[in-house]
């Protein structure tokens, strides 16, 4: 009987260590997509205020404004679409 109590620790044990192992194997995995994706969120501000002369002059609210009148325009649908198109077809 002893001899199965052992086992049933060990088991125990590895399956500790493993619940372990995966949660911090989930932890690196959400900091690499936070990186990811503040990367992103870094080269796409960049982008905009390369575009805007003097940036700084505007508040967020006015940025964003700005973007969502652009983004409405037809141009801008058929841009939009036409990405879109292009990305289902790769």
Do not use: C, D
Not at 25 to 43: C, D, G, P, S
Not at 51 to 77: C, D, F, I, M, S
């Amino acid at each position: 009987m002893g001899n199965i109590n052992e086992q049933i620790a060990k088991a125990e044990e590895e399956i500790r260590q493993l619940q372990n192992r995966k949660k911090k194997l989930l932890n690196q995995k959400k900091a690499e997509e936070r990186k990811i994706r503040t990367h992103r969120l870094v080269e796409r501000g960049a982008i905009l205020e390369s575009l805007l002369e003097q940036p700084e002059q505007y508040t967020n609210e006015q940025v964003k404004g700005l973007l969502e009148t652009a983004l409405r325009t037809p141009q801008a649908q058929e841009f939009l679409r036409r990405t879109e198109k292009q990305k289902g077809e790769n």
